[in-house]
């Protein structure tokens, strides 16, 4: 492996990796609890991007924050497989900061 992926790719106690697509689904609807706030800011580490992704009916809806002129994507729960959202959980690529008064589960996710 590359030495600068490594270091982006390294495990960090701020950040927690989305395990699989259940653990995306709760993480969300705790940060919406929370928060008080519609979705969750995810960072995708290996191009340390923002995104920004919510529950909608059957899907997600994706949003870059960095870029203001973009639109809200979304994406049908049967398609993330072949989007990138669905490439970033595939590869454990999607990350999301700890945030206060919130469960943090061990390395291996929700199921163990």
Known sequence: MYPQIATVL?????YVQVQNVAHLDHLIKESEVLN???GRQFC????HRRVRIA?????????????????????PRLML???LLGFDLLYGILFTRVQAGEAVFPRGGIDG
């Open 36 to 38: 008080g706030r519609k």
């Open 55 to 75: 529950l909608e009916l059957d899907g997600y809806e994706v949003s870059y924050p960095e870029n203001r002129q973009s639109r809200p994507i979304y994406v």
């Open 44 to 47: 995708l580490r290996w191009t």
């Open 10 to 14: 390294r495990f960090d106690d701020r």
């Open 81 to 83: 497989s072949n989007c």
